[in-house]
């Protein structure tokens, strides 16, 4: 690879970032950084009637929510995005040429008919492909179907008996026959250009020279190196990685939960976090720990890519969102917390908490039973958290109430009281004690939580258990 090496991710704004997608642009960057080379965004909206404004919005939010800043290619609009509804007057000079050059025909066949001679096919235990029901017809045949208001695709004349062979650099070797293909459609009934001729087209344009994506494109292959090949443009190289799938091996769908980017971000969780997980699945690396993105590319093998599908597990993007919240400066976390912390707090008391349960949360939710521990009532126990406390007995805890009296809320001085007062050490003293004040037996460090506790709120939540 050399470093003029262009990657580029090119999504249709037809609905929310997938992960799946979001991987493959995260592949593209950091081909394209790891090269010194360039990384574009392209926008395949031809389908006007499912792509949304809003969708384009949201996508471009996302990358860089992610941190995946693209570069600005030759033909851009404003913002760096090359958008393939505004390049009409392009492919239309493409499809003259093939036109002119008789490697074009115009096609009359309704979907209707497309579908039953698939079946047709399939019910014969043949691979469906197009027939060539319209490939030989005369022009006086074509002006007929045209008189009667049809309007034609355009089906690209796929050459007979060759072979596409290609080295995918995922993959390995690669051969296709063109008997196998069936010649396809390049533009469609209304005058847009079909996405097996614009994708070719505009890699060749724009000077991508690395198509990085995924697998389920992999049979797309050889139809754009024909279409390249009959236009004289360049053809990339291709690589295709494996696809993500769930625990159980399904392909990642909304019944295995959130599957957007939007989704996650919504949630809580970090773009650090999210692209860490994303940067392991389906590529192994050298580095186990933690990367940040801008270390990433020195990472990046493209040989490292796997060809098994890669199993998203949310328990792993978990340990990833640990990993982020414990590096994340505290002004971030804070930002992040925001939603679920009381405003009539000090800033500085603020801090003091969300450097206290950084590490205790993965979600936002979380930290709401540890803002009621600090700053509010705490809920009623369980039962078998009940029955602990009243078991420990009142003494206990009237021991409790007089170390509070003494030492306030410093820890080792109160728990070195309690155990010359009533004997109980380890386990016994700590675990009723912090059940009582905080109504968990498990948590962040007790004696920096109770260093944020009021003197009065601990001695009451004391005296509960001293009555009993």
């Not at 072979?163 to 650099?169: G, I, P």
Request: proline share 6%.
């Amino acid at each position: 690879m050399t470093a003029r090496t262009v990657t580029r991710f090119a999504p249709s704004p037809t609905g929310a970032l997938h992960l799946g997608n979001a991987r493959t642009a995260l592949f593209n960057f950091l081909l394209a950084r790891r090269e010194g080379g360039q990384f574009v965004l392209r926008i395949e909206d031809t389908d006007l009637e499912r792509s949304t404004e809003a969708f384009l919005q949201q996508l471009l939010a996302d990358l860089g929510w992610l941190g995946l800043n693209w570069d600005l290619p030759a033909g851009a609009a404003e913002g760096g995005v090359v958008r393939q509804s505004l390049r009409r007057k392009i492919y239309d000079e493409y499809f003259t040429r093939l036109e002119a050059a008789g490697q074009t025909y115009p096609c009359f066949c309704s979907a209707t008919e497309l579908e039953i001679s698939r079946r047709a096919q399939l019910a014969a235990g043949r691979p469906p492909r197009y027939a060539g029901t319209c490939r030989e017809l005369t022009a006086e045949e074509q002006a007929e179907r045209r008189a009667r208001g049809l309007a034609p695709t355009l089906r690209f004349r796929v050459p007979a008996g060759r072979t596409v062979e290609f080295e995918d650099f995922v993959r390995g070797p690669q051969k296709f026959a063109t008997d196998d293909i069936g010649d396809f459609i390049i533009r469609r009934a209304d005058g847009s250009a079909q996405f097996f001729f614009c994708n070719a087209v505009d890699d060749a344009l724009m000077g991508v020279t690395h198509v990085l994506r995924g697998e389920d494109h992999h049979t797309n292959t050889p139809r754009q190196i024909l279409l390249l090949e009959a236009l004289q443009l360049r053809v990339p190289h291709y690589g295709h990685v494996s696809l993500i799938t769930g625990a159980d091996g399904a392909p990642l769908s909304k019944r295995h939960g959130s599957v957007s980017v939007h989704e996650f971000r919504e949630r809580g969780f970090l773009p650090q976090a999210i692209v860490n997980h994303l940067f392991r699945l389906g590529h192994t690396s050298d580095q186990e720990g933690w990367l940040s993105l801008a270390d990433m590319p020195a990472h990046f093998r493209v040989d490292h890519l796997g060809r098994a599908p890669a199993r998203f597990d949310e328990t792993q993007l978990a340990h990833w969102q640990k990993e982020a919240l414990g590096r994340a400066p505290i002004e971030e976390i804070t930002r992040w917390l925001r939603p679920v912390l009381p405003a009539s707090v000090s800033e500085a008391r603020l801090r003091d908490f969300v450097d206290l349960v950084r590490h205790n949360v993965v979600l936002p939710q979380d930290a709401e039973p540890w803002v009621a521990v600090v700053f509010a009532d705490l809920p009623p126990l369980a039962d078998e958290d009940r029955r602990l406390l009243v078991e420990t007995g009142a003494e206990f805890f009237r021991e409790a109430v007089t170390a509070v009296e003494r030492h306030g809320t410093d820890l080792p001085a109160l728990s070195a009281a309690l155990q010359a007062g009533t004997g109980k050490k380890g386990a016994a003293l700590y675990k009723p004690l912090r059940l009582a004040l905080t109504g968990r037996v498990h948590g962040p460090e007790l004696a920096p939580l109770m260093k944020l506790l009021p003197v009065d709120t601990v001695r009451r939540r004391l005296e509960q258990w001293s009555r009993n």
